[in-house]
């Protein structure tokens, strides 16, 4: 339940109220204290394995496949996410539920709220499904769900900058127009990384260079993190609002 801070409360009886800033920051540094925690510990225990690649060239660091996918960095990863994915979920049915109050007399943008709902959606089932499909045991499957998130995650970001840049028209509020500037530099920096990603990932596959599958590695920890920072922007757009755990007032108790 999502509640302004000053929300009449005498119906439900509050539990637990926690800050949506608060909220914002645990969900996010879930995964980014993983990623960080399961880099540094390939890298320190298990770095010939981790660095190695199929026509044995020299690399110096390891992609996040191969980073999660080992113990007991891949339990790290997992927990992290599974931690995480439900607060994901909520925040995405908070921005749907924001979108619809903010375009609730604009047909084509409540048609984009609704595809965006899908889209996040659709982002965190994947990063699920190749959280808990590590490449090293069915690699198809963890390809897969790699490619929903990613696809997602681009239209998501795209959807939520063309939503903001309305906001950002029709409102003045200082918050929103951070939000809005930082999510638009956020979606241009992560495409970029992307494509660099995606770049360096088939030149290593067709030539092998030594160095390359590095630098793949280096813009795809880039993509993470500013997909990261991207949700992080929620902390703007909900800074006035609070997260409470209530129990049903008596007269709904049965």
């Given at each position: 339940?999502?509640?302004?801070?000053?929300?009449?409360?005498?119906?439900?009886?509050?539990?637990?109220?926690?800050?949506?800033?608060s909220f914002a920051v645990a969900t996010v540094l879930l995964p980014l204290t993983g990623l960080?925690?399961?880099?540094?510990?390939?890298?320190?225990?298990?770095?010939?394995?981790?660095?190695?690649?199929?026509?044995?060239?020299?690399?110096?660091?390891?992609?996040?496949?191969?980073?999660?996918?080992?113990?007991?960095?891949?339990?790290?990863?997992?927990?992290?996410?599974?931690?995480?994915s439900a607060p994901r979920f909520l925040v995405s049915a908070a921005y749907f539920s924001f979108y619809r109050g903010r375009f609730s007399s604009r047909p084509p943008e409540q048609l984009l709220s609704v595809l965006n709902l899908i889209c996040s959606l659709t982002e965190n089932t994947g990063l699920l499904l190749l959280t808990y499909v590590s490449s090293t045991e069915t690699y198809n499957v963890h390809?897969?769900?790699?490619?929903?998130?990613?696809?997602?995650?681009?239209?998501?970001?795209?959807?939520?900058?063309?939503?903001?840049?309305?906001?950002?028209r029709h409102y003045v509020h200082?918050?929103?127009?951070?939000?809005?500037?930082?999510?638009?530099?956020?979606?241009?920096?992560?495409?970029?990384?992307?494509?660099?990603?995606?770049?360096f990932f088939r030149r290593h596959n067709q030539y092998c260079e030594a160095g390359v599958y590095t630098l793949f590695s280096l813009f795809e920890y880039l993509v993470v993190f500013s997909n990261m920072a991207f949700h992080m922007t929620a902390f703007w757009d909900f800074g006035s609002k609070e997260v409470i755990v209530a129990t049903p007032p008596e007269d709904k108790r049965y």
């Open positions: 339940m999502l509640q302004g801070p000053y929300s009449s409360l005498d119906r439900d009886r509050p539990l637990i109220r926690v800050p949506f800033t960080i925690a399961c880099l540094f510990t390939s890298i320190l225990y298990h770095y010939e394995d981790a660095t190695y690649t199929h026509c044995k060239v020299s690399n110096y660091l390891p992609s996040i496949s191969s980073a999660i996918s080992r113990v007991p960095e891949r339990y790290i990863w997992r927990s992290c996410i599974g931690l995480h390809k897969y769900g790699f490619a929903v998130f990613m696809g997602s995650s681009l239209l998501h970001m795209l959807i939520t900058c063309r939503l903001w840049m309305v906001i950002r200082p918050e929103e127009k951070t939000s809005c500037v930082w999510k638009l530099r956020l979606f241009l920096f992560n495409v970029g990384c992307f494509l660099s990603a995606a770049y």
